[in-house]
Nanobody, 113 residues
Framework: VQLQAYGGGLVQPGGSLRLSCAAS????????MGWYRQAPGKQRELVAT???????TYSDSVKGRFTVSRDSAKNTVYLQMNSLKPEDTGVYYC????????WGQGTQVTVSS
């Protein structure tokens, strides 16, 4: 399984970005798909996940600003990021889980004026 993430970039504080991540290769029915991020000098942390039934989880730092969704037919997960802050800067990794754990290659998000 390969996970390919798209949509990162440079945005000003208060702006928006939408990340997407498509899984290809062997077809799985993923229990969970989502996003993690890693800021410079920090550990990778959970951003948001969405379960097969649509149940979502968010880190407290992004609640109310980010929305995670998935299209199971396309094995794709999305992250709509609004009201971005400089502290949202980092490399965003998509993740998909069955009994195994799959990671994408990461996409850089930089929030700066």
């Amino acid at each position: 399984v390969q996970l390919q993430a798209y949509g990162g970039g440079l945005v000003q504080p208060g702006g928006s970005l939408r990340l997407s991540c498509a899984a290809s290769g062997r077809r799985f029915s993923f229990n969970s798909m989502g996003w993690y991020r890693q800021a410079p000098g920090k550990q990778r942390e959970l951003v948001a996940t969405v379960g097969r039934g649509g149940t979502t989880t968010y880190s407290d730092s992004v609640k109310g600003r980010f929305t995670v969704s998935r299209d199971s037919a396309k094995n794709t997960v999305y992250l709509q990021m609004n009201s971005l802050k400089p502290e949202d800067t980092g490399v965003y990794y998509c993740n998909a889980q069955t009994a195994l754990n799959f990671w994408g290659q990461g996409t850089q998000v930089t929030v700066s004026s």
